[in-house]
């Protein structure tokens, strides 16, 4: 089967963070030697970059994989109960209070009861997707 990568949804707020943060390191910055500004404030600007932009979801075959930081985390479709449009601002690997909330049938999966939570941009797409995959999902 083929991949289908969905790009996180990116709100109004974590721009402002991308833009805050670092321009207050670099602020703080000033007065030091040169080269804490360019790799210290560079590198911890280029995390936060990195932080926002590395957070994707892909189906690839029966697998939902989730990159947040660059780091996949594998989950089967197949143990998927049930999806819902949400919205919330909980911790979770979505940089947008538009989410999705998805629910697995074992517990073993996320060694969590607590749903799953990102953020896509399209989701009803990713919804139709995973539906499509296993029609069993609520």
């Known amino acids: 089967m083929n991949k289908t990568v969905y790009y ?13 943060v670092p321009l207050l390191m670099w602020i703080t910055a000033i007065g030091q030697p ?19 932009f590395g957070c994707r979801y892909e189906i690839d075959g029966d697998e939902l994989v989730i990159y947040q930081f660059f780091q996949p985390t594998r989950l089967p479709i197949s143990k998927i109960k049930s999806v819902k449009k ?15 909330s998805i629910s697995f049938t074992d517990r073993s999966v996320l060694k969590s009861y607590a749903p799953l939570e990102i953020s896509p941009k399209d989701r009803d797409a990713f919804i139709a997707r995973l539906k499509s995959i296993n029609p069993d999902i609520i």
Do not use: P, Q
């Not at 979770?92 to 209070?97: G, Q, V």
């Open 8 to 20: 996180s949804r990116i709100d109004w707020w974590a721009w402002l963070c991308l833009l805050f």
């Open 34 to 52: 040169w080269w804490y500004a360019v790799f210290i404030c560079g590198g911890l600007t280029a995390l936060c970059a990195a932080a926002l």
């Open 86 to 100: 949400t919205t919330g601002y909980l911790a979770t690997a979505a940089m947008s209070s538009r989410r999705v």
